[in-house]
């Protein structure tokens, strides 16, 4: 039944827009915070497999019916793993280009939470799940208004200040969180190879912050670094606390409360600083700009809808470290991107810190591993 809904929606999104899609890889894309043109963006990418993995996922996730994709549930957790945190690394760099020109970063948090809310609650009058407490609604909507949007907040307002590969060295940091959060507060025993392996990814974070400088890409590295770094905080938080309520709602009752409560946040920090989204008043005075509509309505379906979904279903049978290990397939995605559109140079010191923080998050899974 879900896939009645959703189908047409997903398929409206990317196949009518796939034509002008596709004839942007023959045009050039001005990068406003670069001051330079460079190539368009790849969405030549397979986004249909993206597409039937969601469907495959929707369909074992509720169907009755015993096959293979039903059997293995982490396959299909760790495929969900992989599509999520693909569109996510492609998420940077479409931000990177909606923010702050066509939109401010506190009013794009607000439009990816409205819109997910929406689309979460709509999908869930066509799923059936198990009822659900107040407590649990209540507890749900708290992490959302505060966990993800928390999360949102710093997370794009970094990015607007910094590059995309900055953004997503501190995104990979995840794993460290999710690991020192528990030897504070759950108790787990703080070896001396996690021990090592978080003082070197501190090493790395530091090196990042402190030596990027303010440049055409990034006018203000150092306040987007530690906002970006906040933001891996805040999300290594959620992630914790999400495996916990998934053991008592199902992934769209989950979804759908969370982005209510982000949703609400966002409306009310709107309501207090203002809406600022030239895109928007551009098109309400009749002046249509069709490639940031484009992707504003990639980030909204995939990397927020799309993706959103696929995380609980890795949360659901995959530990809470692994589903933070694969936050390196953002650094990975975005950082080629990157490269490729001229959202960023190659840095030596970047390079050194992201090898510092992959050597961080190896010594801690080792000793995962061996507990």
Known sequence: MPQLFVLPLVKLAVYEDDVPIREVNHTSVMFPEAGMET??????????????????AMRSHYSKNI??????????????????????????????????????????????CVFAAVAFWITGCFVKESSVTKRQRIGLFCLGAFGLYGFMFCYLLGISKTTPVSSAIFNSMQPIWVFLISVIFLHEKATLMKVIGITIGFGGALLCILTQGNDDLAHDAFTGNLLCLISSIVFAIYLIVSKKLLQEVGVITMMKYIFGGAAVSGVIVSFIVGWDAPLFM??????WHWMPWVILAFVLVF??????????????????????????????????????????????????????????VYFVEVAEKKR
């Open 39 to 56: 190539g368009a963006l790849p969405w030549c990418f397979p986004f249909h497999l993206i597409l039937e993995l969601f469907f495959s």
């Open 67 to 112: 096959g293979m994709f039903m059997k293995d549930k982490k396959l299909e957790a760790n495929l969900s793993m992989v599509a999520s945190r693909v569109m996510s690394g492609l998420n940077m760099n479409a931000l990177k280009f909606l923010l702050p020109l066509w939109l401010s970063a506190l009013t794009g948090v607000t439009v990816r």
């Open 282 to 287: 551009d098109a309400w005075h009749g002046e």
């Open 303 to 360: 990397p927020t809808y799309l993706s959103y979904f696929l995380v609980p279903i890795g949360l659901k049978y995959l530990k809470t470290t692994v589903v933070a290990i694969y936050s390196y397939l953002i650094l990975v995605v975005t950082t080629v991107v990157s490269l490729s559109l001229g959202q960023d140079r190659f840095s030596w010191t970047q390079a050194i810190a992201i090898l510092m923080i992959c050597t961080s």
